[in-house]
């Protein structure tokens, strides 16, 4: 079974540029998270999809953050304009039906903002 | 912020020795979870426990649930270098999922 796909891995950008994550979740997972994780923190959810609809984006700094998984599947998660605080690591999750709660992670895509 | 707390925040041992670490959280829950993360890496989900549950097992690790006192426990058992990583407990009341502060574990061989 594929694992959750994202990319880059690695992105550096300068302050005010524009960025985005793509997310490819496992296969038949309808749950689909995006976590912000700073250096020496723990994650942050961002925003949790269930399918298509947003279930949870109360942390997600919508004046500059926004994200879409427009056919229930794939998801992108967009950063602009771009602010040195938003260094850190973003990490896509995905659960299902079967999965007893448990969410699977991907690798994740660093990004560095300069 | 509704974020669990973990305790110790690093935690360095002997292989063979026995690891606690400790997580508490402010809000009602459905259920806790336990992940790990390796240097670099996506987190991999270890055990969960249910609200109505007090203890549970799997291998080496044992997790314990006092909801009286919204604390939780993960015990991992002769240790092993492999081991080392971070270890993050994880809230899900319902349609809010919260991450904790989580504990660097080291593993000394």
């Known amino acids: 079974e594929a694992g959750v796909a994202q990319s880059p891995r690695y992105k550096i950008i300068e302050k005010r540029q524009s960025v985005a994550f793509w997310c490819n979740p496992i296969?038949?997972?309808?749950?689909l998270y995006w976590y912000q994780q700073i250096l020496g923190q723990g994650p942050k959810l961002l925003i949790q999809f269930q399918n298509n609809g947003v279930v949870d984006d109360s942390q997600l700094p919508k004046d500059r953050f926004s994200a879409e998984r427009l056919k229930g599947v794939d998801s992108t998660l967009k950063i602009q304009p771009a602010k040195l605080e938003d260094s850190a690591v973003y990490l896509c999750?995905?659960?299902?039906?079967?999965?007893?709660?448990?969410?699977?992670f991907g690798p994740g895509t660093r990004l560095t903002v300069l | 912020s509704q974020q669990g707390e973990e305790d110790p925040q690093a935690l360095s041992i002997q292989e063979g020795e026995n690891a606690t670490m400790n997580c508490s959280y402010k809000t009602s829950i459905n259920n806790l979870q336990w992940y790990r993360q390796n240097s670099g890496r996506g987190l991999v989900h270890l055990i969960l426990?249910?609200?109505?549950?007090r203890e549970k097992h799997s291998g080496r690790l044992r997790v314990t649930l006092d909801t009286s006192k919204k604390s939780s426990s993960l015990l991992i058992t002769a240790s092993r270098a492999a081991d080392t990583a971070s270890y993050f407990c994880a809230t899900d009341a319902g349609n809010q999922f919260y991450f904790g502060t989580g504990t660097s574990l080291t593993v000394i061989p």
């Open positions: 999750a995905s659960s299902g039906p079967l999965t007893n709660n448990e969410q699977f």
């Open positions: 426990i249910r609200s109505n549950e």
């Open positions: 296969s038949g997972h309808a749950t």
